[in-house]
């Protein structure tokens, strides 16, 4: 499982990366965020958050097998964005753009398979609904798409962290 968590934080680094990547956003002004909404990682991990945003209390115990139910379901929700993204016709700069974005999904499929999630559905984005005719609109989107899944990730790391420190059950975690 430390591979696991290994990998989680390899995930950060890389969408931190990539957020700062010339080519994918050139010309994209906009800092919005867009946030894919069809978990619940941030309540389900909760407590692993306690410190750092007010506000979000759960009802009941800690699960560790929620949190990482909505984990895996974010995984491959954004897997599938990032997928249907590369396989777009209309990239600006295909050569330069689909290797930076397939080295995040080959991160996300090696944490599928490490990590022991008990999450297996497909996803639940109508990714393929997402891009239109606009190279620059989609690129756009797929940026503000990725400062999501920034922000997600950080969360993934924090409630990997809360896990490994064994603090919700008082035993050591094999994290
Ligand atoms: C993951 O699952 C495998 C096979 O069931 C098991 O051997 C391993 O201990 C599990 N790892 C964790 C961290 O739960
Ligand atoms: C999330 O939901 C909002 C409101 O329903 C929607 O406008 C937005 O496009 C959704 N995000 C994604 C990535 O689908
Ligand atoms: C959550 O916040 C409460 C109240 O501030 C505190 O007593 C508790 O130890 C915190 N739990 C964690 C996991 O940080
Ligand atoms: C993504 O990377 C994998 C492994 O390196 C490779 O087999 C695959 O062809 C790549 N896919 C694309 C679209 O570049």
Same mark, same amino acid.
């Given at each position: 499982?430390?591979?696991?968590?290994?990998?989680?934080?390899?995930?950060?680094? &890389?969408?931190?990366?990539?957020?700062?990547? =010339? +080519?994918?956003?050139?010309?994209?002004?906009?800092?919005?965020?867009?946030? +894919? &909404?069809?978990? =619940? !990682?941030v309540?389900?991990? @909760?407590? @692993?958050?306690?410190?750092t945003?007010? $506000?979000? *209390?759960?009802? $009941?115990?800690?699960? %560790?097998?929620?949190?990482?139910?909505?984990? #895996?379901?974010?995984? +491959? =929700?954004? %897997?599938?964005?990032?997928?249907?993204?590369?396989?777009? *016709?209309?990239?600006?700069?295909? @050569?330069?753009e +689909?290797?930076?974005?397939?080295? !995040?999904?080959?991160?996300?499929?090696?944490?599928?398979?490490?990590?022991?999630?008990?999450? !297996?559905?497909?996803?639940?984005? %109508?990714?393929?609904?997402?891009? $239109?005719?606009?190279?620059?609109?989609?690129?756009?989107?797929?940026?503000?798409?990725?400062?999501?899944?920034?922000?997600?990730?950080?969360t993934?790391?924090? #409630?990997v962290?809360y896990?490994?420190?064994?603090?919700?059950?008082? !035993?050591?975690s094999?994290?």
């Amino acid at each position: 499982m430390r591979e696991c968590s290994w990998l989680f934080r390899t995930l950060l680094l &890389n969408v931190s990366g990539l957020l700062k990547n =010339d +080519v994918l956003w050139s010309g994209i002004l906009s800092d919005k965020v867009l946030p +894919v &909404n069809s978990s =619940d !990682t941030v309540l389900a991990c @909760a407590p @692993a958050l306690n410190k750092t945003l007010c $506000g979000i *209390q759960r009802k $009941g115990p800690f699960s %560790e097998n929620e949190c990482f139910k909505n984990i #895996a379901k974010d995984l +491959v =929700d954004y %897997e599938a964005i990032i997928s249907s993204y590369i396989k777009l *016709q209309n990239l600006r700069s295909p @050569a330069e753009e +689909v290797p930076p974005l397939n080295r !995040t999904l080959q991160i996300i499929h090696n944490l599928l398979k490490s990590c022991n999630f008990t999450w !297996t559905e497909k996803a639940s984005v %109508e990714e393929n609904a997402m891009w $239109g005719k606009s190279s620059f609109d989609n690129r756009q989107k797929m940026l503000m798409i990725m400062r999501a899944f920034h922000i997600r990730t950080i969360t993934f790391n924090r #409630a990997v962290g809360y896990i490994a420190s064994g603090e919700h059950k008082n !035993t050591p975690s094999p994290f």
